[in-house]
């Protein structure tokens, strides 16, 4: 039961938490609910959960008016260019912007529509081919630069860490986002907040908990599976 679940997942967050002396407020669980359908997400909503997380701006907008009114929707996933307008005055938080272009189409949307939006800046730290993300050595230039868009507000970074069998090999790769977050928040830029560390998903989250993470992306270990051929 995804009720179960959910209890099964909040205890191992509050077990990594007491491991490494933080306090379970500081880490927030987004319910990654992509592919599943309403009844799925009122029963983690009838469990407590508020946040979920989706990776298609379709979804999103099927899924919205479906639900109750205080579910707040974190856009989870690559966006193209052309259905930024579809979400940026939907969503609490976008984890996914990778490029200058793609927040610039963020922030001309946001004055358009009079909203303020805030963002992840998401960094492929393993350079995987396959993935999005601003590389580490990029980050920096690439945050300045958004930095000064109007209506579009940097919480911090995200990752997309490897998929792994054992999750104790991806504690260098938060490791990593975790520093870089720390030499960007020691630049002391305008409108930059690094207090945000979307990192550690299903297989890793423990380990991301452990290394700073202070939220996490957990779908399977809630909702099952994923199938793709329906
Ligand atoms: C699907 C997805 C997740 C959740 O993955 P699980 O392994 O099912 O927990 C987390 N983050 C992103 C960006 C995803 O697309």
Redesign the pocket.
Known sequence: MIKDNIKNVRARMKAACDRCGRDISEVTLIN?S?TKPIPDLMEAYNAGERIF?E?KVQEINDKLPQMPEDVRWHM??HLQRNKVKYIVDKVELI??VDSLRLAEAISEEAVKKKCQVDILVEVNVAEEESKFGSTVSDTLSLVKEIALLPNIHIKGLMT?APYVEVPEENRTIFRALKKLSVDIEKQNIDNICMGVLSMG???DFEVAIEEGATMI?????IFGA?DYSI
């Not at 992306?217 to 270990?221: D, F, Q, S, Y």
């Open positions: 990654v992509k997380g990776n989870i996933g984890h996914s997309i998903m299903t297989g992306r957990v779908g399977t270990a994923r």
